[in-house]
């Protein structure tokens, strides 16, 4: 019944900008249990930006002054603005949805029940 579709991926140079969005539909979570997370070949998936359970804000050291993450509730959209991109920034990004697990202060994976399909973004040097 939820589904995630992620959108706005794609190929940029350094130093340039992409928004990835998500559209949630048939989902009627809290919207503090919304986040992204993204996975390069070969590396673990790693968050990103959450919103935590008291609304407040999680990013990762890395996305820390250059990612934005908000959210439109009445849309059930979460978006991510990624500015200033590196080439380390080269990942699949996946929106997560619903809470299943209590917020532990970091980002887990299994915390998450719904997945989007993963928008790919590619920086190139």
């Known amino acids: 019944q939820v589904q995630l579709v992620e959108s706005g991926g794609g190929s940029v140079q350094a130093g340039g900008s992409l928004r990835l969005s998500c559209a949630a539909s048939?989902?009627?979570?809290?919207?503090?249990?919304m986040g992204w997370f993204r996975q390069a070949p070969g590396k673990k998936r790693e968050g990103v930006a959450e919103?935590?359970?008291?609304?407040?804000?999680y990013y990762s050291d890395s996305a820390q002054g250059r990612f934005t993450i908000s959210r439109d509730n009445a849309k059930n959209t979460v978006l991510l603005q990624m500015n200033s991109l590196k080439p380390e920034d080269t990942a699949m990004y996946y929106c997560a949805a619903g809470c299943i697990r209590p917020w532990l202060g970091y980002p887990v994976p299994e915390r998450f029940l719904y997945w989007g399909q993963g928008a790919q973004v590619t920086v190139s040097s």
């Open positions: 919103y935590t359970p008291d609304g407040t804000i």
């Open positions: 048939g989902y009627t979570g809290s919207s503090n249990c």
